[in-house]
C-alpha cells in the first residue's frame, strides 16, 4: 500500500452524531427519575449478580447516596494515572469523605451552553449500576473542564497493564472476556446502548477481581466536541462504522476481537505482524518496548500508529481495515478455542459476525481454560498500575 498521494481513497470519515445511539427496536426507557435510590434499588434486585457483587454494588451506592455535591475544592489529587489527547486522568481523595476516585478532565473550547447539555447527557451514567460497569460518582464543570469522577480500579486499564508487563495470556484474557461481554450485555439489555469505544484503554480491573468497562458514548455533545481527539479510537473501529453505514452493538464486537489480538499478541495488529515479529513477541516475557496503539504524528503531519511496521497513515489504516482480510491469532501459540472465538468476532460482514449471545456461551469462556478468580487477583495485584498495589 502506498504511503504517497491520497491517503484517504475511500474518503472515509467518522461522522459527527446528533443523539445517542441506541439499540435498533429498543427504547432506552432512563429518565431523570431513574436516579432516585428507592428505584435503582428496585433495578438492581432484577439483575443477575453473585452476592458479592450485589454487596460491592449496594456498598458504592450508599456511599454514592452520602456523598455531596462534588467540586474540584474537595478533590486532591494523588497520583496522575494517564493522559491523551482526550483529557487527563488522575486519582483524587475527596477530602470530606475519604472517597478515592478517578477523575477524568477533559478541556474543551466550546459555547457554556455545550458543555451544560454535555452535563445533561452525563446524568444517565448516574442510571449505570452494574458489576461490569465502572461506577460513576458525578461529573461537573470548572471553566472550560468537564470532570468525571468514575469508581477508581486499582489495577488500571488493560493497556497500561500491557505497556508495564507484556502481552496477556489467553486464559487471563478468557476471564476479561467474561466480564466485558457481561457488560456490554447490560448496556445492550438495560440501557439499549450501544458502547461504541470498546478497546484495551477503556477496559478496567481491580484486586477484588472485577472487570469493568467504561468510557462508552452517551454523550454526542461530547462526542461532537472532541472529534479531533478519537484518532485511537478510530483504529478499533468495525467497517461498518468506518464506511459510515448503519451499525449496531456489534460493531462493538468487532472492536472487541480486535483488542483481544492486540493483548494476546502485545501489538496492535494491523497490518500484521510478520512471522519473525509474532515469534520475537511471544517471547517478550516482560513490558514491551513499543506502547499499546497510541496513533502520533510523522514528518509530514500524518497520524501513524507507532505499533505499525509499516507506519501506516491513519487514513491508510482505515482503508487497511475496510479492505483487507481481517487479523487472526497465529495458530502456533494459541488454543483453538481463543482462535475461534477471536475469528468469529472479526468477520468484515455483520451480518456474519458472532452475537453477544453466542459468544457469552462459547467454550473460550465457559471451560476450565478460564483462569480461577484467585489467581486472576494474583494477576492483578503483579501487574496493576497502581504503585500502591502489594507485591505477590
Known sequence: MSTRGNKNKLNLKIQAVNQLDTIPDKQSTTTADETDSSLIAAKLADLQMSPTEREQLEEFLKHK??????????????????????????????????????????????????ILQILRELKILHSCNSPYIVGFWGAFQA?????????YMNGG?????????????????ARISIGVLKGLDYLRE???????????????????????????????????????????????????????????ILSDIWSYGLSLIEMALGKYPIPPPSEEEIEELMQSAGPLTHPSTRPSTNSR?????????????????????????PPSLPPKYFSHNFI??????????????????????HAFVTSDQVIPLEDFISWITKNGIDKDLPSS
Do not use: W
Not at 301 to 325: H, Q, R, T, W
Not at 341 to 361: I, S
Open 190 to 248: 438495560e440501557k439499549a446502548i450501544i458502547h461504541r469505544d470498546v478497546k484495551p484503554s477503556n477496559i478496567l480491573v481491580n484486586t477484588k477481581g472485577d472487570i469493568k468497562l467504561c468510557d462508552f458514548g452517551v454523550s454526542g455533545h461530547l462526542i461532537n466536541s472532541m472529534a479531533n481527539s478519537f484518532v485511537g479510537t478510530r483504529s478499533y473501529m468495525s467497517p461498518e462504522r468506518l464506511q459510515g453505514t448503519k451499525y449496531t
Open 301 to 325: 503531519g500524518d497520524s501513524v500508529d507507532d505499533n505499525s511496521p509499516k507506519n501506516l497513515a491513519i487514513f491508510e489504516l482505515l482503508d487497511y481495515i475496510v479492505n483487507e482480510p
Open 143 to 151: 471553566e472550560n473542564e468537564i470532570n468525571i469522577c468514575m469508581e
Open 340 to 361: 475461534e472465538f477471536v475469528n468469529k468476532c472479526l468477520v468484515k460482514n455483520p451480518k456474519e459476525r458472532a452475537t453477544l449471545t453466542y459468544l457469552m456461551n
Open 157 to 173: 486499564s488493560l493497556d497500561l497493564i500491557m505497556r508495564k508487563s507484556g502481552r496477556i495470556h489467553e486464559n487471563v484474557l
Open 65 to 114: 447516596k452520602e456523598l455531596p455535591v462534588l467540586s474540584s475544592a474537595d478533590l486532591e489529587q494523588v497520583d496522575v494515572l494517564g493522559s491523551g489527547n482526550s483529557g487527563v486522568v488522575t486519582k483524587v481523595r475527596h477530602t470530606r469523605t475519604n472517597i478515592v476516585m478517578a477523575r477524568k478532565m477533559i478541556h474543551l473550547e466550546v459555547k457554556p451552553a455545550v
